[in-house]
């Protein structure tokens, strides 16, 4: 309670407004409520009335307009869908205090665009969360804009931190960021499929299948974590000279496994710049 306390006061002069309370937009909100900010200081917008009564009863946080919420606010998070950005911005834009934190959680959504469409000196960060952020493990990514300062950054980060693990990098590398942890989760469920259905073809019920495969990819995945290790030693730990796992892994190497997911994130990083450099 006494950290929660102190946290609380270390926001106590920032309020955040969170514009739009879609899914990444309510888990960030979730997230900024247990890492210790007060549902007092924080303000959501959405377009759906329902979807805006449905927040406030469940998180007993302040609920308006997008302008009525960026008057308030020292940081403003957008996580509307790109196509709806500019007119937000424009909606939003003459109601910022000034020096108000603009973070978009949009994709594809520069910060050259923001910063077009906001006043002229208004500070923007983009970030690149992945959908783990709504248990609390997600993998996010910070870039700052022309005018976002270093207390900028860390508040972005900070913001993000609630939800998982945060590094900041140059905007230029934020297409391989989705790439590989932005559209990660969805590589990784599309394994899990395969392999649970490897399972019910060889015989085991679904259920059971399933079971298998998740805890032996959480399993895996803290070994990595945990150990630090190269995943090249941890393989090798489990594949014994002409055993199960060579087997395996012959007939992956066999159908170029390895070379599919680097064409794969090769051509989600394209898409990826393509999409911010507005060719859809």
């Known amino acids: 309670m006494a950290e929660t306390t102190e946290r609380q006061g270390e926001f106590a002069d920032r309020r955040v407004a969170v514009i739009g309370a879609g899914v990444m937009g309510e888990a960030l909100l979730s997230g900024l409520l247990r890492s210790g900010r007060s549902a007092s200081q924080i303000v959501v917008a959405d377009r759906s009335p329902e979807r805006l009564m449905t927040i406030a009863e469940k998180y007993s946080v302040a609920v308006g307009s997008g302008p009525e919420a960026a008057a308030d606010a020292t940081t403003v998070v957008i996580a509307v869908k790109p196509q709806d950005m500019a007119g937000l911005l424009r909606e939003i834009g003459q109601h910022l205090k000034p020096g108000a934190l603009?973070?978009?959680?949009?994709?594809?959504?520069?910060?050259?665009?923001?910063?077009?469409?906001?006043?002229?000196?208004?500070?923007?960060?983009?970030?690149?969360?992945?959908?783990?952020?709504?248990?609390?493990?997600?993998?996010?990514?910070?870039?700052?804009?022309?005018?976002?300062?270093?207390?900028?950054?860390?508040?972005?980060?900070?913001?993000?931190?609630?939800?998982?693990?945060?590094?900041?990098?140059?905007?230029?590398?934020?297409?391989?960021?989705?790439?590989?942890?932005?559209?990660?989760?969805?590589?990784?469920?599309?394994?899990?499929?395969?392999m649970i259905e490897a399972g019910v073809l060889l015989g085991l019920p679904r259920g059971t299948s399933t079971e298998l495969v998740v805890q032996t990819l959480y399993g895996a995945a803290t070994m990595l974590k945990e150990t630090g290790e190269h995943p090249t030693v941890l393989r090798e730990q489990v594949s014994s000279p002409g055993g199960t796992t060579m087997a395996a892994l012959r007939e992956l190497d066999d159908h170029k496994v390895r070379a599919a997911f680097l064409t794969a994130m090769e051509a989600a990083a394209k898409r990826s710049h393509d999409l911010a450099s507005g060719h859809v």
């Open 102 to 194: 603009v973070v978009s959680i949009a994709a594809g959504i520069t910060t050259a665009f923001l910063e077009e469409h906001l006043p002229e000196g208004t500070p923007v960060a983009r970030v690149m969360p992945n959908t783990p952020a709504l248990v609390d493990e997600g993998m996010t990514a910070v870039s700052a804009g022309v005018h976002c300062e270093t207390h900028h950054l860390w508040e972005a980060q900070d913001l993000m931190r609630g939800c998982g693990k945060v590094v900041s990098l140059s905007e230029d590398q934020l297409d391989a960021v989705t790439a590989i942890s932005g559209s990660g989760p969805a590589y990784i469920f599309y394994v899990v499929e395969a």
